[in-house]
């Protein structure tokens, strides 16, 4: 619960975070999933305290507890499987996306082995059902993260530097344009325009995955074809300059 690959090393180190992750995408699954694991802090939580409520002295002697009991009775406490403290030392935020979600990859992989030597370690079938669980829901993680990764590659720094500044010359202000590149649905922009905003995201990262609905809703908002061509042509061919620039590093030129 409470060690270095527990439950509250990870949510604590998700729900952290997630503040410096450059997308929208990427801030929600953090929160997601910190949220999800402080759920599985519950879980064990409830576990350890009904395999400890009914046991006397003797037993959590021979099973080893007699530490525990001197200190906290048969109250839970966050320690790991050898009653050290949980410290903050065994997570990191380092400010750094890239960094942070090889972290958070590598901390589910290391969440689940536990769960399987966990399981190696009981033979009682109410305790080792929630923990086949548990371990399936950090491979889930793992992958989820994995996605998360891809999308903060794609992440374009020039594009994002350059396009702010024009946001700010036409008189945007700096708490929109930060919406806009971190959470566009909560941007103090119209409707209409978080929908054509969506559709040239989609059209940069997964442009095979848009559907007829979608393009009839922007020619519903007053879009004309040539205006759609429009907005496709400029946010691709200026996504492709973009990564260009990015990829040999070029400083910024204004
Ligand atoms: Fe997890």
């Keep these: 619960m409470g060690g270095p690959d527990g439950e509250l090393a990870a949510s604590l180190r998700y729900l ?9 995408k990427a801030k929600a699954l953090l929160t997601d999933i910190g949220t999800e694991e402080m759920a599985h ?17 003797e037993q959590l002697k021979a099973a080893g507890l007699a530490g525990h009991y001197a200190d906290h009775d048969k109250a839970l406490f966050y320690v790991d499987a050898n009653g050290n403290p949980f410290t903050v030392t065994y997570i990191q935020a380092k400010g750094d996306p890239i960094t942070d979600l090889h972290e958070d990859m590598a901390a589910e992989q290391k969440a689940r082995s536990t769960y399987e030597w966990l399981i190696n370690l009981s033979d009682d079938p109410c305790v080792i059902d929630p923990l086949r669980f548990l371990r399936e829901r950090e491979v889930v993680h793992f992958q989820r993260f994995g996605e ?10 020039y594009c994002v ?15 929109v344009i930060n919406k806009i590149v971190s959470d566009i649905d909560s941007a103090s922009i119209s409707e209409d325009r978080k929908q054509i905003l969506k559709f040239t995201i989609k059209s940069s990262t997964v442009p095979n995955e848009i559907i007829d609905k979608e393009v009839t809703e922007l020619m519903n908002l007053g879009l004309t074809d040539a205006q759609l061509v429009e907005i496709v042509s400029v946010v691709d061919l200026f996504t492709s300059f973009n990564k260009f620039l990015d990829t040999l590093q070029v400083d910024l030129d204004f």
């Excluded at 952290?16 to 929208?24: E, K, S, V």
């Excluded at 802090?41 to 002295?57: D, F, K, N, P, T």
């Excluded at 530097?161 to 708490?175: C, N, P, T, Y």
């Design 16 to 24: 952290n975070q997630r503040y410096t992750m450059p997308t929208g």
């Design 41 to 57: 802090l519950e879980v064990i939580a409830a576990m350890v305290y009904q395999l400890m409520r009914g046991a006397s002295v």
């Design 148 to 157: 998360a990764l891809m999308d903060v590659q794609e992440y374009c720094k």
């Design 161 to 175: 530097i350059a396009h702010s500044m024009f946001l700010r010359k036409l008189g945007v202000s700096e708490e």
